[in-house]
C-alpha cells in the first residue's frame, strides 16, 4: 500500500489537502492500493501548542525587522528554514554542533515525541511506500519523520514530491543523508505510478533515485535520473478523493459547511520576477470547463460541498475560459460559493459581474505594488488605475477582495511606499478591502533571487559547526544554509515600513471583522441560506438581547422570542398560522411567512445576534 502524508505546514487548514488527495485518487484509478493521512490537521487539532511551534521555527522566513542585525539570528533564505536547528535534531546534536537555546530545547522534546507517535502509527497502517508532499514551509517536518520511519522499519520505502524538491540541493541533501530514497522532480501522477510499478517489478534496487515530470527534466539527465512524461491531457486525470477524511474537522464554524480545495489549471500565464512557481509548471494549461463543473457536481453530491477554493494560480489565466465556467454555472443554477487567486491584468467589471453572479465571494488579486517603475522591474502586468479600477468593481459587485501587498521590494523609495500606503488609504477601500501585505523575501528559483545571489561579494553561512561531516556534505550545507543579509539602511526602513503597516492592520481587522467575514466568512448570504432550514433552531448570541430586541422589526422580535423558548423557525411559521387564521389550504402565504423567517433570520445572524448549530 502507498500511504501520502502532508505533514504540517504554516496556517490552519480549512479544506483538505489537494496533492494528496488527487494523487491516491490517481493511484487508485491505476490498480494501487493507496491511502492519504493529513498530519498538519491532526496536529492543529490535537497539539496547536506544537503545531504553533512548528511553525515558528521551520515554517515562516526570515523578517529582518523581528531580529538583531547579526548573522547568528537571521534565519536562512528560502531553502530549509533554521536548517542548523533541523541538522542537529535529525542528528540528535552528535555530529552537528548547534547550540540550542531553552526554548529550542524544549521544542525539540516535543517535536521527539510527536515522531515518534507518528512513526509508530504509519508503520500500524502496513503500509509499504510512504510519500511526502513537501514545501519548503513543511519540509523540516517530513525530513525528521522520514528518517525516523527508516531508523525504526528500514523496508519502508519513502519519497518525496512538491515544490521544495525543485531545488537541486535540497535533493542533494535529502539523498546524502539518506533522509528519503526517492526523489519526484514536477508534476507527480506519473513520476510517482512508474516508481511505484518498478518498485513492485524489480525491488527497491533500481538504477535510479529521482524522477523528473518531462516538462521540467534537464536536457541531460545523470546515471540516477529518469524523466517521465506528465498527463498531457488534464481532462483524464481523476477527481481527487476525499473520502478518507472527517471535512466536518476542517470547518470549525459550522459543522454543515463543506469546502473543498480544486483546481482547474497548471501554471502562471505570468512571469514575475519575484516568484518561483515557473520552476516547477513552466506553461500554463487548463482543464475544460465541463470537466471542472462535474468535479464541483460531483463534491456537492458526493461530500455536501457549499464552497471550493481553487488552487490555480490564477482563475483567469484564459479569460475565455473564465467567461464560460462561470456562465455555465448560472445556467445550470449551482448554488454554491468559490473563492479563488487572480491577477488584475485582464478583468474588468463585466467578466467580475458574471464571476459574482456564479457564486464568487472572494478573490485574492496579485497586486503586489502599485508603482510602475518597480511593476516593470518585477515584469507585473498591472498600473495604480488598473489595480484601483478592479477592487472598486468588486467592491460595487459583493465580491470581497483580498489584495496582496509586497513591501520592501528591491528599488522601492521613500515616495513608492508613500504612494502604496496612500492606495491603501483610499476612502472607497475602507472596510471594504481586505490588505494582506507581506515584506519582500528573496525565494529560491525566482529571477529576483538569483540576481541577488549572483551579486551577493559573499554568500553567507551561518557560524554552525559541521566538521564532523564530509567535506562534500560541507559543500551541500552550504548551498542551503545561505541568507541574504543586506545594508543597514534597507533593515532600518523595512523595519519602520512594517510598524506603519501594522499600524494599518490593527485598523483593517477592526473595520472588517476578519475572523468572521473575511477568514470564515460566515456571514454571505448564500451560506446562511444553506444552513439557515425551518427545522433550524436558532441560538442567541448576545447577553444584552433585552436591551437589542425594542430597536428591532416585530418579525425579527418574535423570532427573538422562538429562539428563548428554543422554537425552530417552522415551529414560529406554525405559530404565525395560528394568530392570523389561516387554513391548511393557504399554501402561498404560508410560503410567504415561511421565507420572510428565513430572510429575517438571515438579518440576525449577519448582526450577530443569532448563530446555529
Known sequence: MVLLLFCPSKGTPNHPPLAISSLASYLKENKIESSVLDINKSINIENAELSNKINHYFANPSSFYEYPVDVETIKNIDTIYNFPLLLSILERNEKAQYCMDDDEKLFAEQLETEIEYRADQIIKSNAKYVGFSTYISNIAYSCILSKRLKEKNSDIITFFGGSSTAYSPIREFLLSMKIVDFIVVGEGENPILHLIQNLKEYGASLHYNTIYSANIA????????????????????????????????????????????????????????????????????????????????????????????????????????????????????????????????????????????????????????????????????????????????????????????????????????????????????????????????????????????????????KNTDFSMFTQEMQKIFQKINIYWLPDKNYIDKLTSKKNVLDKFLRTQELELNTQRTVVLRYDIVPVLKSIIKLESIPLIKTDHIQEIEANLPYIQQIIIMGAEEKMSLLEMSEQMYSELNLDDSNEIEKNKIEQILIDNAILLTQKDILQWN
Open 218 to 461: 534537464p536536457s541531460s539527465l545523470k546515471d540516477n535520473e529518469i524523466a517521465v512524461p506528465i498527463v498531457s491531457d488534464l481532462d483524464t486525470l481523476p477527481f481527487p478523493d476525499f473520502s478518507s477524511y472527517d471535512l466536518t474537522l476542517y470547518y470549525p464554524v459550522n459543522k454543515e459547511y463543506i469546502i473543498l480545495p480544486i483546481v482547474s489549471s497548471r501554471g502562471c500565464i505570468n512571469q514575475c520576477a519575484y516568484c518561483s512557481e515557473t520552476q516547477y509548471w513552466r506553461k500554463f494549461r487548463q482543464r475544460s470547463v465541463d470537466n471542472v463543473i462535474q468535479e464541483i457536481k460531483s463534491g456537492i453530491d458526493k461530500y455536501n460541498a457549499k464552497a471550493f477554493f481553487f488552487h490555480d494560480s490564477l482563475i483567469n489565466g484564459n479569460i475565455k475560459w473564465l467567461n464560460e465556467f462561470c456562465e455555465k454555472i448560472i445556467e445550470e443554477q449551482l448554488d454554491i460559493q468559490w473563492y479563488s487567486f487572480a491577477s488584475v491584468q485582464n478583468l474588468d467589471y463585466e467578466i467580475l459581474k458574471k464571476v459574482r453572479q456564479s457564486g464568487c465571494a472572494r478573490l485574492t488579486l496579485g497586486i503586489e505594488h502599485i508603482s510602475t517603475k518597480i511593476l516593470k522591474e518585477m515584469s507585473k502586468h498591472s498600473s495604480f488605475e488598473k489595480a484601483k479600477q478592479v477592487l472598486e468593481d468588486c467592491i460595487e459587485l459583493g465580491i470581497l477582495p483580498v489584495a496582496n501587498i509586497i513591501y520592501g521590494l528591491p528599488g522601492e523609495s521613500d515616495e513608492d511606499f508613500a504612494n502604496l500606503l496612500y492606495f491603501m488609504a483610499l476612502p472607497q477601500f475602507k472596510g471594504n478591502v481586505y490588505f494582506a501585505f507581506r515584506p519582500f523575501e528573496i525565494r529560491v528559483g525566482s529571477s529576483v533571487t538569483d540576481k541577488i545571489i549572483e551579486e551577493m561579494k559573499e554568500i553567507y553561512v
